[in-house]
Structure formats: C-alpha cells, structure tokens
C-alpha cells in the first residue's frame, strides 16, 4: 500500500525566514511525485511534480526536490502570501491514474 | 481558461436523503476524481474514471455512486446521507497517458453538512 508521511503539521516562520517541509513515501515503483498549495477554503493548486531521484524544479521562492524515500520543499525567503497548507502525493507506476495524498503541512508566515 | 467547477459550494441536508454534488471539467481530459477531505485524514478516493461510461471505486466508496455519460461531468451521488458523510467533497481531473501529464486539477470544493 502506498503510503505519504509529512512533517512537520504545522510551521511557523518568520518573513525572511527559509525553511524545508519534509514528505516521506514508499510506493511500489514510482511514476511521479506532485506538491500541491491549498488555501483556505479553496481546492488543491498544482506546483510541481517530480519523477526521479535527483530531480529538481523552481518556481519564485519554492523549490522542490527527491530523493528515492522523499521530497522535501524548500521555501527561500518565504512571504505571509506563502502561507497555506502545503500536500505532498505520490501515483504508482502501473494501470491506475490515482494519486496518494499525505495530510499536509501547514504554514505560517508571520510579517 | 480551461477550469473544474463544483456546484453547490454549501449544502445542507438531513440524513437519508439523497444528495448529488455536481463537478464540470472544461480541461477535456479523460481521468476524473472524486475525493473528500477530513481533517486528520487528507484527502481520499471516493470514486474515479478513465472515461465516458468507465467508473471505478476508490478507497472510501460505501454510500456513494458516479456515472459518466460525458467527458465533461462526473456527479457525485450520496444515496442516503449519513452524518458520516460531512466532509468538503473534491472533484478533480487530470490528463493522464495522453501526454504523460499526471497531475490534478482540482475544482474549488462542495462543503457537505448532513445534519
């Protein structure tokens, strides 16, 4: 069974303040490994997705990157804006399209 | 702008009603997800499709149902509502083998409250 641990729940910095958000997983044979941002009261908004180990991507102050058991989203500098809850999910290579989602990091990015 | 939209945003209901929440895709893609959202538990698979007329269960589907009669929509049934059932309800869709792109989309959320 796939699974999707992140840690911390919950973080709080301050503005300036960088900082990593942790997903750990195990999967049988992995086809990709997505980030997502979620705002209050809103769906799930795509940002990355990563597919093998070493693999990096950019976007503004997030960075994300994977290794063979995790993910980590390295935010640089992070803004109030950035505050959200922050999904990691992982697909299993095979016949099936569904993803595995972790319960999120929560961040708070105090002025 | 290609979107997901779910309607209703709110619904109230009493326990044993049925209950359909709508979800509408303009991405034209192929995959569509229904998931709800507790707190403690993320999100989970209710129900999924590949395709018009395909439908599958996810790993919480008991007291649910989907059909897909086009590409565009995937409704969501709850055949008799249980307080179990409150839950912020997703839809979401996802181009799939098509070209390789694997991520969702999501729609913005159906808060259920089964009272």
């Known amino acids: 069974e796939d699974q999707v641990t992140q840690s911390p729940e919950a973080l709080r910095l301050q503005e300036g303040e960088s900082s990593s958000l942790n997903c750990s997983y195990t999967v049988s044979g992995l086809r990709g490994l997505f980030w997502y941002r979620q705002d209050p009261g809103k769906g799930p908004e795509f940002l990355f997705t990563l597919y093998s180990a070493g693999e990096e991507k950019e976007k503004e102050r997030l960075k994300a990157t994977l290794t063979k058991k995790e993910s980590f989203l390295h935010i640089t500098a992070p803004k109030p804006e950035d505050s959200a809850t922050y999904l990691c999910a992982v697909q299993a290579v095979g016949g099936y399209q569904k993803v595995t989602f972790g319960t999120g990091t929560k961040l708070q990015v105090i002025p | 702008d290609a979107e997901i939209t779910q309607s209703p945003r709110h619904k109230i209901t009493e326990t044993g009603r049925q209950v359909t929440l709508a979800c509408h895709q303009t991405w034209n893609h192929n995959n569509m997800f229904w998931y709800r959202q507790d707190l403690g538990h993320g999100l989970r698979l209710i129900h999924y499709?590949?395709?018009?007329?395909?439908?599958n269960k996810g790993e919480v589907s008991d007291g649910y149902s989907v059909s897909r009669s086009n590409t565009e929509d995937l409704p969501l049934t709850l055949e008799s509502a249980a307080s179990s059932q409150t839950s912020v309800y997703f839809c979401a869709s996802s181009e799939g083998q098509v070209r390789g792109n694997y991520e969702q989309y999501f729609g913005p959320g159906t808060r259920l409250t089964v009272t």
């Open positions: 499709s590949y395709g018009v007329h395909d439908t």
